[in-house]
């Protein structure tokens, strides 16, 4: 047998074997109980793990929360995806990636509050085909916040001076060394207006609601799961299981075996949480608060990441 017969044999083993092996990993795919995804959404939302949570593990960067989605919608035993979300919201953009790669799955999505679905939280759950929560849990907070702390006079009374050396007029609005021009000001909130706008269309789209309603509700209040559910925010009040039942009804199963989607946290996380990630934070007011305590709201450059 000649050199090149020999090499054209063995190129057709191994693409045989690789067609049996493909067609073996199929049917072993097939033979696989229905499952439901339970893919977890906790603390603060942002776009990655740089992200200012520092030593928190419960953090929800978008791009492993959209890796789960992705995985979940590709894997054909997975019949329907429960977001567990346990959140006090998160930076605009993480939070609209997430609300954006949802309402791309072909698959039925139940979101379930379990204490906390706030601002950015929210945002994602209203993309969901239905939304449970918790009688007590802690809903919307349709807001935006780029508040932070400035040290002006702080700086004067002990002699301090912000030696102002910029290209660009307004290349240091938001510092916390000098006080904010009104021009300043009036651009910021202008900025932070537009973004709390798209909030509400996003909320009117999503759950189908009348826009001057939702735009009467998005005053940054958080609602409790009870008072949610007859201002229609959310579709019904319950736990896990009624989340389950519900997302079993709309994949048309009867039995499936709920699946935890987990993020395992590696020492590679905890060292990338030691430098701060700035934006613009969805709702870090109350809901907030509520439910991870004071951290520090200093960092100026909230507002100049999304300026910039």
């Known amino acids: ?18 067609f049996l092996v493909s067609k073996t990993i199929e049917g072993t795919e097939s033979l696989k109980p ?10 603060p939302i942002t776009v990655d793990s740089s992200s200012d ?10 791009t492993v929360v959209i890796d789960a989605i992705d995985r979940a919608d590709k894997d054909s035993s997975i019949k329907g995806i429960i ?20 309402k791309k799955v072909n698959k039925p999505i139940v979101s ?35 508040s932070y702390l400035e040290f002006s006079e702080l700086f004067e009374k002990y002699g301090i001076t912000y030696e102002r050396l910029v290209g660009g ?13 009104p021009k300043e000001r009036e651009i910021l909130q202008l900025k932070i207006n537009k973004i709390h706008e798209s909030f509400v269309k996003e909320v009117s789209n999503n759950r189908k609601l009348d826009y001057d309603k939702v735009k009467d509700l998005g005053n940054g209040m958080f609602y409790l799961g009870e008072e949610a ?14 989340a389950l039942n519900k997302i079993k009804s709309l994949a048309n199963i009867k039995e499936a075996e709920p699946v935890s989607f987990q993020r395992k946290v590696g020492i590679t996380d905890l060292l990338a949480r030691l430098s701060a990630y700035n934006s613009f934070y969805i709702g870090r007011g109350i809901g907030f608060s509520l439910f991870s305590g004071f951290k520090d709201e200093s960092k100026y450059s909230n507002i100049l990441k999304q300026v910039v």
């Open 1 to 18: 047998m000649k050199k090149w017969q020999f090499i054209i044999v063995i190129l057709g083993i191994i693409f045989l074997v690789s």
């Open 34 to 43: 229905d499952r439901i995804a339970v893919i977890p959404i906790y603390g």
């Open 53 to 62: 949570i520092f030593f928190d593990q419960s953090g929800s960067p978008s």
């Open 83 to 102: 977001l567990e979300i346990n959140s006090p919201g998160g930076t605009v953009v993480a939070s609209r990636e997430i609300s954006n790669r949802i």
């Open 112 to 146: 379930w509050i379990r204490e906390v679905g706030a601002s950015g939280a929210y945002w994602i759950a209203s993309s969901t085909d239905y939304i449970i929560a918790d009688p007590m849990s802690i809903t919307g907070s349709i807001g935006v916040i780029g």
């Open 169 to 181: 007029d307004l290349k240091d609005t938001g510092s916390p060394y000098k006080q904010l021009t």
């Open 229 to 242: 559910l007859d201002l229609g925010l959310i579709d019904e009040l319950g736990s896990k299981d009624e």
